[in-house]
Structures are given as C-alpha cells and as structure tokens.
C-alpha cells in the first residue's frame, strides 16, 4: 500500500517532529513524512527537517496580520500543491479556524501534554504540579474545532514524582510524546482508527485513556 503522505506543522524546536522522521524512516512505516511546515520562519525545528532532508516551508503568520483566514488559505495552498493526505501538528502555537480544522475531519493530528481531557491549554505541567496531581502524561488527538478537544487516538501517563520540577516533568511527559505521536500516526495511516461519535475505535476496540 502507497505510504501516506503527511505533512508536520510546527513552530519551535520540533523535536516531536523529529521523532515522527525517525519512525517514517522505516520503510515500513504506513507513512512518509513529506513536508514540514511552520508558521515561524526561525523555527528551530526547520533546520533540523531540512538536515534530515524532508523540504520544508515557512507560511509566516505575520504577513497577514490579523486576517487568520488568510494566513490558513496560504497554508492550505501549501499542503494542497504538495499532496497532503494528514496533518500531524507538533508544536503549532496558531489556533485554526472552523474553516479550515473542517477541511480536514479525521487527517488532522494534534499531540498535547496532558492527559485530555484534562489540562486543556498551556502550561500543563507546571498546572500539574500546582495541583498536585499523581500522574500527568499526553495525548494523540484528532482536532475539532473547539481547542484541545476531539477523539483520543492514543494516550500515556507518567507518574508526577516528589521534587519535580517542571522541566523533570516535561521531559518525563515529552518521552511518552516521541513514543505515543508515531504509534498514533502508524494506527491512523494504516486506517485502523474509526471515530464513532466523540471516541476512537482503534481495530474496533476503545482506546485506553487515563484520565
Ligand atoms: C510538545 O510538548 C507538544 O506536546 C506540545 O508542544 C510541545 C512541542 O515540542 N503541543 P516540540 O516542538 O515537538 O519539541
């Protein structure tokens, strides 16, 4: 079967991004990573796709002021002209319109760092610690329309231990990511995640979640 061909939006350092590259470099992966794009033209992420020789493209967000659409039209001429069959979103700081998370119902990808439905939005870990939460983890998500929100592909936890700080527990959580974002990718290329209402089935089962 013809590999699936992903492009990968990001704005910083993209080291999910790099983890998504190294899975696709198995030539039975169920997916190629074909682009990597990002809203930030010095994204650091950038040059680490390029050294791994996937081209790459900037669609900077400051072009278009404040005329969101604008910019996701510009974005979306760029994965369109290029065969974009999914998205994976690792590290995109821009919110996406109905418009365009619509266009892409079920191929468009999101990774969080937390255990959704808990802890939408920033700053999961340092909100994790003030909580003081048992466990923390993150989540390979399908994007609707309403933020951190849509049906889970994939999740992990990681215990939240005495004297974490939030970097310890953000590079605990961010072991999980490079682990569960190419897992979910494999499930999602091989067409084997079906969204029934607002869940996944993956191979007809319920995913297991930890929130
Ligand atoms: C990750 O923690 C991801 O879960 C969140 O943004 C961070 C991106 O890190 N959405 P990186 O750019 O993939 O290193």
Redesign the pocket.
Known sequence: MARKRVAVL????????VALIEAAKDASFPAEIARVVSNDPSAQ?LERAAAANIPTAAVDHRAFGKDREAFERALQSELEAHGTEFIC????MRLLTPWFVTQWKERLI????ALLPELRGLHTHARALAEGRQWHG?TVHFVVPEMDAGPVIRQARVPVLPGDTEQTL?AR??EV?HRIYPEALRLVAEGRVQVVGDACLVDGKPVETFS
Do not use: D, K, T, W
Request: proline letters at 5%; zero cysteines.
């Open positions: 990001i704005s910083g350092r993209g080291s999910n991004m992420g979103l690792a590290g995109f999101n990774i969080h760092p993150a953000a959580v961010l990511e």
